[in-house]
Each structure stands twice: as structure tokens, then as C-alpha cells.
């Protein structure tokens, strides 16, 4: 049993009259990448502002890294790093003063601090841009520096929110990698993230987040297999009495009803039970006019779970929704 | 004792430093008050004065050497209430989160920002003196060299701790504010009957008793003093108005400066634990 390094219970914040987090319960084990998935406006950055002493605690419990994030703020900042959402370095600072200044703000010795600005350096190969100030630097290069400080202290936990927002594909696995590679060297990670991509890729464990609550948590793997093996959409001429067929197949675990289809989670490999499915279908008199096999992937499981589309962000187009998931 | 904030002073001065047209502008512009407003009022004034007859006995000093005085605490006194405008940059940029979560208590950083505006303001008092005595300032006259030591001393604790009073104040109001024109129009409030209610540039002999009263209450008035003091002299006449100052009222002065400089301290702390910078 792994022991647990963030422990939230009951967490709720209100701004004026608006719910932002609604009493949400999880915990964080010592060493693994956890996430936080949600769309915008979820209330991931409310929960990481209160976990990081920016905000003050109003309802339920938090510790981190052992201290209460009410009574003892001081101890839990000095045990962690953040990394903002948006670039919070200093345009006319350069890469070195931004780590000196950081590793001062929190009292490093001075001949230590020197050490772990060459070693962060190296890590996120800024050793070139040492003198060059931050507004000359590349986005990525940016959140690099940014990933750098955060790890200045030495932190037990990393705070990551929305760690490669903004940021080119090939940019973001880099991202990914010095992500993980700080996680191996034993630094616990919380990040919170709209990308489906993101959480699957990079996380042990992933809490799924929106308005306020959270509605289902695992690793990205077991979510995934909640759907079944895989995927099947159809189209068909009787999308209802289709459904109802399918229903009574032991290999159909579920039916995902859709605009203008259905989708039915299958749990062996789809490749084998189609042409089952599609002779049953046409046996019975349905018309079948699309098909599509896929894996489940993190947006199924989204969709699954809330009952609509993440990117949406928060308003509910059925019809988009089809587009978007029948095109894979 | 912690130097927590000495890392927010560092930080800040590099910045002075950097932003060449800051840096550049805030030291030109002191000298163009004295180059400008110096030379055309004290040229009106010593028109204007020459039937009033000098008291004789009394050391006469000119207009420019009367407003050069005033120049240095006018100049001081926009400095320092603009000094905490880097903190509401430095919140809506997202920069003083870093700080805020950081365990650095949140008094130094009002330090940290009190410490390098009084800075500043000390190297602008030092522009306007030897630029003003350059241009026909009288200053530290008939001073031997120990004694100029002494009383440039004597301005800069002045201006250190009258600068410190409004630096603490201009970073109570930018935790507060939302937006730097909102900062802005706050600024324009207070600077006008700071600077116009004092004896920075005129007598304030001639004026109404309500306005008086209001003179004697405003810090600018006690830094003023306390700069012509040590700069001219404990007696003297300026445009037919004998000034005496003695080292009584030069502490009342001292005084009233020192008490502005804690409330305003006061004030700032308060407003820094009760914010929050998300």
C-alpha cells in the first residue's frame, strides 16, 4: 500500500454564488503522476490555487506532503513547486537570475543553489541560454525554464497546471519526457489537464473533473477498459430495434446511443465479433449504413462518464459530438 | 534575522537598471523640473522680490535655491507613490504569484519594494544637488567638508524615511488595485494636494488658515524642511520670508515623518495578508 502525499477530503470553494469546486475527495500516492482531466472552468486550477496555498481553504480538509494546508501554508510551500498554467517569468530576467532569484526566495544556501542551477540547466538543455533574457526564448523553451524552477527546491511535489498548453506536438512529448524523467528521479506529480492525450500518456492515475466534482478516478488504462475492448459505431436504417438486438449478444457489455447511430462496447477484439454483428443485423432486416471499429480512447471514456464532449466546453452540441468521435 | 527581502530588492533594481528609458527618464526628468520650472519662476520671482528689501542680518538666498528644496522632496514624493505600481504589473502578469506561494513572508516583500524605491530616490536627490548646484543652487554654502558630509546625511534619512511613508502606502493601494488606471487616478488624487498644500514651492505664509493647518499635516512640508534645513541653513530669508529652524522642530518634523512612514507600514500589512494573487 502505497502511502498517500496529498490527501483532500471534502474540498469546496465558492466564489460569491458560484459552485467553482463542490466537495471533492481524493488522495495522491508518494511518487506516482496523477491528473486532474476536465474541460475549462472544471474547477482544476481552483483546487491546484488551494492546494498551493494561493487560495485560502474554505470548506473540507487538505494536506500536502504531510502539512495542513490551513494551519501550516509556510511548511507546505517550502515542500512544493508550481508550474502556473499561463508563463509567469520575468521578460527582462535572464534564465540564470530567474532559478537565483526563485532558489533565494526560498533560502537556499548560496553554494548549493549555484549547483542546482547548473544541473537544472542541463536538464532541460538551457545551458546555452544561461545570460539570455526569457523574452528571447521559445515557447517551449519557456516552460522548460518554468519546469526548471519549479524543481529548483527540490520539491516532494510537483504542481503542474496545464503543463504544455500552447505548445507544438513535437514540443509537447519533449514536455512529456522531462515530465516523466523528473517523476523517475522520485518527485510525486499532480498536473492538471484538458488533454485527453496528456492524461493518458503521462499519468499513473487520472481524476475526471467537471462542474466542481469529480466523477470517476483510476488509472488511464483501467478507464479505458470500463468501455469494453473496443468500439463499435453503426448506422443503421432501425437504430433502435439494432440496439435491442445487439443488446442480447453476451459479447455487447453496452449501448452508447448517438444522434444519428449508436455506439456498442464490445468485450473481445472487435475485429472478430463485426461480421457477427453485421450478418445478425442484416438477418433481422437492418440496413447498416456505417460502420467503425476503435479502441476507447480518453475522450470515450470523457464522454462516457459525463455525458458529453470536453471540447464542447461545457455547452452540449449532440450533433458535433457524433462528428467529432464517429471520424476516428 | 531573515534577508528575504534583499532577493526582492535585487530582483527590482535589475529591472531599474534594465529599462534603459526608466532608468534614463527618471533621472532626467528631476533635472528638467530645475533646468525648466527653476529657471523661469526663479527668474519671475527675483523680479517680483526686488522692492521687497532684504531683513538685513539674515543670510538671502535666491528663488532656485529656495525651490531646489522643494524639486528634491516633489521628486521624491512621485518616486515613491509610483514604486508600488511594479507590484500591480507584477500581480496582473502573474509574476507575484511566484513570490505569493513562496514562503517568503509577506512583509519582505514590502520591504524588498520600499527598499529599492528609497534607493532610487536617494540617487534622483543626489541628480537634483549637484545639477542644481551646477546651475546656481546655493546649497551647503559656507559648509566646511565635514559639515556637507553631515548634512547630505541629514537629507538622505529625510528622504529615506519620508520615502519609505509613500512607498509603503503606493504598495498597500497597487495589492488593492485591480487595474493600473484605477492605481493611476488614485495617484493623481494624492499627488495634487501633497504637492500644491506644501511649502515646496512658495511660502505657505501668504495662505489661507484651513490650508495651514493642512500644510503642517502634510509630510512633504516636514521633508521640505528638513532638506532646507541642512542644505541652506537653520536661519535664513528666501523672497522676503525669513525661515528659522530650530533642531526641536526639526525633530517635530523628524517626527511626524517617522509616524506617517509606520501607519503607512501599518496599513500595507494589513492589505498584503489579506490578499490573495491567483
Known amino acids: 500500500m502505497a502511502e498517500p502525499i496529498i490527501v483532500v477530503s471534502n474540498l469546496a470553494h465558492r466564489y460569491g454564488d458560484f459552485e467553482a469546486v463542490k466537495g471533492i475527495s481524493f488522495s495522491v500516492d508518494r511518487g506516482e503522476i496523477f491528473s486532474f482531466l476536465g474541460p475549462n472552468g472544471a ?17 473540507g480538509s487538505a494536506s500536502v506532503a504531510g502539512f495542513d494546508v490551513a494551519t501550516e501554508p509556510a511548511k507546505v510551500r517550502e515542500s512544493i513547486g508550481i508550474v502556473f498554467q499561463d508563463v509567469t ?68 511535489v510537483l504542481f503542474l497546471d496545464e503543463p504544455t498548453i500552447g505548445l507544438d506536438p513535437q514540443t509537447r512529448r519533449r514536455m512529456w519526457d522531462y515530465i516523466k524523467s523528473v517523476n523517475e528521479e522520485g518527485t510525486t506529480i499532480f498536473l492538471t489537464t484538458h488533454y485527453m492525450d496528456e492524461a493518458d500518456q503521462l499519468s499513473n492515475r487520472v481524476s475526471i473533473i467537471d462542474h466542481g466534482q469529480i466523477i470517476a478516478t483510476g488509472a488511464a488504462w483501467d478507464l479505458k477498459n470500463m468501455l469494453g475492448e473496443d468500439l463499435i459505431y453503426l448506422e443503421t436504417s432501425d437504430n433502435d430495434a439494432a440496439g435491442k438486438l445487439l443488446q442480447k449478444m453476451p459479447e455487447v457489455t453496452g449501448i ?57 466546453d461545457g455547452a452540449e452540441h449532440p450533433s458535433s459530438m457524433h462528428a467529432k468521435t464517429g471520424r476516428r | 534575522m531573515r534577508m528575504g527581502f534583499l532577493t526582492i530588492y535585487w530582483r527590482d533594481m535589475i529591472r531599474f537598471v534594465r529599462f534603459r528609458t526608466l532608468l534614463i527618464s527618471s533621472l532626467v526628468q528631476p533635472a528638467l523640473w530645475m533646468a525648466f520650472f527653476g529657471i523661469a519662476m526663479s527668474a519671475n520671482f527675483t523680479r517680483l522680490t526686488t522692492d521687497v528689501p532684504p531683513i538685513p542680518g539674515i543670510p538671502n538666498v535666491g528663488y532656485l535655491t529656495f525651490m531646489a528644496a522643494g ?49 532610487k530616490s536617494f540617487i534622483q536627490a543626489i541628480i537634483i544637488m549637484v545639477f542644481g548646484i551646477f546651475i546656481g543652487a546655493e546649497f551647503f554654502m559656507g559648509f566646511s567638508p565635514l559639515n556637507v558630509i553631515f548634512s547630505l546625511l541629514g537629507i538622505l534619512l529625510f528622504v529615506g524615511i519620508f520615502s519609505l511613508g509613500f512607498l509603503f502606502l503606493s504598495a498597500a493601494i497597487a495589492i488593492s488595485f485591480e487595474s493600473p488606471e484605477g492605481m493611476q487616478g488614485i495617484m493623481t488624487l494624492l499627488t495634487m494636494p501633497i504637492f500644491f498644500a506644501s511649502n515646496a514651492l512658495y511660502p505657505v505664509n501668504a495662505f489661507p488658515p484651513a490650508l495651514q493647518v493642512v500644510s503642517m499635516g502634510n509630510p512633504l512640508t516636514h521633508l521640505v524642511n528638513g532638506i532646507r534645513y541642512f542644505a541652506i541653513g537653520d536661519d535664513f530669508q528666501a523672497i522676503g520670508v525669513v525661515y528659522s529652524t530650530t533642531v526641536t522642530e526639526l525633530l517635530v518634523s523628524l517626527s511626524v515623518l517617522i509616524v506617517f512612514a509606520l501607519a503607512m507600514f501599518g496599513l500595507a500589512w494589513w492589505r498584503f495578508q489579506k490578499a490573495v494573487v491567483t
Not at chain 1, 482544476?44 to 494561493?54: G, Q, V, Y
Not at chain 1, 465479433?273 to 440496413?287: E, T
Not at chain 2, 504569484?97 to 520591504?111: K, N, Q, T
Request: charge should be positive.
Open chain 1, 89 to 156: 517569468l520575468d521578460r527582462d530576467m535572464t534564465c540564470w537570475e530567474i532559478l537565483e532569484f526563485h532558489g533565494s526566495l526560498y533560502r537556499m544556501p548560496h553554494k548549493e543553489r549555484r549547483a542546482r542551477i547548473e544541473e537544472l540547466l542541463e536538464l532541460v538543455e538551457l545551458e546555452g541560454k544561461r545570460n539570455t533574457l526569457t523574452k528571447h526564448l521559445s515557447g517551449g523553451m519557456k516552460r522548460r525554464l518554468e519546469i526548471a524552477r519549479g524543481l529548483m527546491t527540490r520539491p516532494k
Open chain 2, 71 to 119: 524639486v528634491i522632496a516633489m521628486t521624491t514624493l512621485f518616486t515613491s507613490l509610483f514604486g508600488g505600481m511594479t507590484l500591480l504589473f507584477d500581480k496582473n502578469w502573474g509574476l507575484l504569484r511566484e513570490v505569493m506561494a513562496s514562503p517568503l513572508p509577506r512583509d519582505h516583500i514590502i520591504f524588498g519594494i520600499a527598499l529599492s524605491g528609497m534607493t
Open chain 1, 43 to 59: 474547477g482544476k486550477s481552483t483546487a491546484i490555487n488551494i492546494l498551493t496555498t494561493l487560495l485560502h481553504i474554505q470548506q
Open chain 1, 256 to 312: 452508447q446511443e448517438r444522434p444519428h447511430g449508436f455506439y456498442a462496447q464490445v468485450n473481445q477484439d472487435g475485429t472478430h465479433i463485426l461480421p457477427k454483428i453485421m450478418d445478425d443485423l442484416r438477418i433481422a432486416g437492418i440496413r447498416i449504413q456505417t460502420v467503425n471499429l476503435k479502441k476507447p480512447s480518453m475522450d470515450d471514456v470523457f464522454v462516457h462518464f459525463t455525458g458529453r464532449d470536453m471540447r464542447d
